[in-house]
């Protein structure tokens, strides 16, 4: 049963600062692996999706790698700003979901 | 493009009642999905359609029940609340399914007293 842990669960920096979150899964047998950004009750953003071909995409400050042998993602931060405060989940196809990492950013 | 669409985005219901929640997906998505979030559990899959038809379903009670229609438009009914089912009840679509790129609705916040 494929199973997904993301580490850490809450995680404060001070504003400008780059930072890596940390997405692992116990099965390598995925279709892909996304990211999304979900704001205090309300719904999922989805920031960058990787084909299980694929090592990395980039989208803007956001840089996500994918290292399927391993069964580890990370998602890259760079220059972090007070809008960036919201839970980050990720998600490997079909169907299963980290419980996120709680990301504020201090001005 | 307008996205995903959910409606109401708040209820409040009383134990023992039942609950329709309606999604309205991307325009072009055939595939619906279902997910109910809270905070002990995160994100858990329900069940996914796709044409008409219920492709994929998780392990939640017979109590939750869902269709779609004609228009990929999907509803999703809950019988029998009881406390425990007071969550956020979130909605995504996709052009292929539970394989592909994800994109959530805002979701529905069910509160059952």
């Known amino acids: 049963k494929q199973e997904v842990t993301q580490i850490p669960a809450a995680l404060s920096v001070p504003e400008g600062e780059n930072l890596v979150l940390n997405c692992s899964f116990t099965d390598s047998a995925i279709y892909n692996l996304q990211w999304f950004r979900q704001d205090p009750g309300k719904g999922l953003t989805s920031l960058l999706l990787?084909?299980?071909?694929?090592r990395e995409q980039t989208s803007g400050r956001l840089n996500a790698s994918l290292d399927k042998s391993s069964g580890r993602s990370t998602l890259y931060i760079a220059a972090s700003q007070p809008g960036d405060s919201a839970t980050y989940l990720c998600a490997v196809t079909p169907l299963v979901f980290g419980k996120g990492t709680r990301l504020s950013v201090i001005a | 493009k307008a996205g995903v669409t959910q409606t109401p985005r708040y209820l409040i219901k009383t134990r023992g009642q039942q609950v329709t929640l309606s999604c309205s997906p991307i325009s072009g998505h055939r595939s619906v999905s279902w997910y109910q979030q809270t905070p002990g559990q995160g994100l858990q899959f329900l069940f996914e359609?796709?044409?008409?038809?219920?492709?994929n379903k998780g392990n939640f009670p017979g109590r939750f029940s869902g269709r779609q229609f004609s228009n990929s438009r999907s509803e999703m009914n809950v019988s029998t609340l009881e406390l425990g089912d007071s969550a956020l009840y979130l909605c995504?679509?996709?052009?292929?399914?539970?394989?592909?790129?994800?994109?959530f609705g805002p979701g529905t916040r069910l509160t059952v007293t």
């Open positions: 990787i084909q299980s071909s694929q």
């Open positions: 359609y796709f044409s008409e038809t219920q492709r």
């Open positions: 995504a679509s996709s052009f292929t399914g539970v394989w592909d790129e994800q994109y």
